[in-house]
């Protein structure tokens, strides 16, 4: 999985709780991604980051937020969990030569399931 | 009409047949094309690139894009059970007004090859 690690795997959470999702890659690449993919509407960008600090929302980003304190760590926030936010989410990467248009490589993946 | 469209499949080949996925997308100025493998419950993999009108071939594969149709495709020959899949397209799209772009995914197809 190109150097990257998703923490947790699996995650059962309660409606209304706090929940964040890890992503680290060992790559020293740029450009870090996070998508939910759910049957019916592929995968979609929630949120990416091109550098330290700096992050910009995706197509699907109310009730998320992000951080990156360092190259290598991008972490996913959901600020209060709902049923609808039950999916599966990747993390992906690329090199900073490519922009945000080009090759990505992604995680293994982090299956949420809020109750 | 959506970024990037997929065949819906699913696809059924048998063994050793040719298998022809096709993709269509929206922006006629997009440069960058990819095609994923994503096998269930696992994350997408990257598998072909590309960038210039044309066929690029990489073992049983071959990626063709033709600009003009806002078409790219994936054939695979000799096709093996273990291709079966799903395999989505990936192209980069600009925004509204701007040069710069980000990738869409297709919802993908789902292929299926049969001994």
């Known amino acids: 999985d190109a150097g990257i690690t998703q923490s947790p795997r699996h995650k059962v959470t309660e409606t209304g709780t706090p929940v964040t999702l890890r992503c680290h890659q060992t790559?020293?690449?740029?450009?870090m991604y996070w998508y939910r993919q759910d049957p019916g509407h592929g995968l979609r960008l929630i949120h990416y980051?091109?550098?330290?600090?700096?992050?910009d929302k995706g197509e699907v980003s109310d009730g998320y937020s992000v951080s990156r304190s360092k190259t290598e760590d991008f972490l996913l926030t959901l600020e209060s969990a709902t049923s609808s936010q039950t999916s599966v989410y990747f993390c992906a990467i690329s090199a900073g030569t490519s922009g945000l248009d080009g090759e990505q490589y992604f995680g293994p993946g982090t299956r949420l399931t809020v109750t | 009409q959506k970024e990037v469209e997929q065949n819906s499949g699913p696809l059924s080949v048998p063994e050793g047949a040719i298998a022809s996925l096709n993709c269509t997308y929206s922006?006629?100025?997009?440069?960058?094309f990819f095609w994923y493998r994503q096998y269930s419950g696992k994350s997408p993999e990257l598998i072909m690139s590309i960038y210039s009108n044309g066929d690029k071939e990489d073992g049983r594969f071959t990626a063709q894009l033709n600009k003009a149709s806002q078409y790219v495709s994936l054939l695979i020959r000799d096709s093996q059970p273990s291709d079966s899949a799903t395999y989505l397209c990936?192209?980069?799209?600009?925004?509204?007004?701007?040069?710069?772009?980000?990738?869409?995914f297709g919802r993908g197809t789902q292929l299926t090859v049969w001994p």
């Open positions: 922006d006629r100025g997009s440069q960058s």
């Open positions: 790559e020293n690449h740029r450009y």
């Open positions: 990936a192209v980069n799209i600009r925004g509204r007004g701007s040069t710069l772009g980000r990738l869409y």
């Open positions: 980051s091109y550098g330290v600090k700096d992050t």
